[in-house]
C-alpha cells in the first residue's frame, strides 16, 4: 500500500523495486463513498488506471510519500476480491 504525494492511497500486488521505482501490478485507489446510514463513510476501491486495470506499472519513489507492508485485513480483502480470478466467496 503507498501514499502519493498527491494525497492518494494506492493498494497494489509489488512485483519489484529499484532505487528509483516499484513496479506495481493490478492498482486500485482507495476512495470514501457515503455508507447507508447518514453520516457514514466506507471505503472503495477503485482502479488508479481505468483503461488497464490490472496492468503493470512503474510508479517513480520520488511520487511517493510512504510505504505500507502490513495491509489491514478488510482492505486485502477487498482487494483480493476485485482483482483475483478464484472465486473467493466460497471461501466464508
Known sequence: MFKA???EEIIARLVDETDEH???EKPRVLVTQPGKNPG???VGLVPWFVGSPDGTIDVSK???FARLTGVPAE???GY???T????LSASN
Open 62 to 64: 520520488a511520487h511517493i
Open 75 to 77: 482492505l486485502q480483502k
Open 84 to 87: 483475483s480470478t478464484i472465486d
Open 40 to 42: 457514514e463513510l466506507t
Open 80 to 82: 483480493l476480491h476485485q
Open 5 to 7: 504525494l498527491n494525497g
Open 22 to 24: 516499484y513496479t506495481i
